[in-house]
């Protein structure tokens, strides 16, 4: 019995796969745009955190903990 054949090249991931229709989809601006937009909304979810994490130590710092 014979091993199976090794593949030469990777398989792509999802990200790659939906890269790759997103590519098909759309011209390069509309792909730069959405990007920038999640780009931008990670930063709000980053900032979002950071202010309850301040609150937080805001709050537990005027009640003397």
Known sequence: MQAPPVRAT???SLTDALRAVESLL???GQRTARRNAWTSVLEDRR???DRVEAQRFYERSADGS
């Open 10 to 12: 990777a398989i792509p």
């Open 26 to 28: 759309m011209s390069g």
């Open 47 to 49: 900032r979002a955190k």
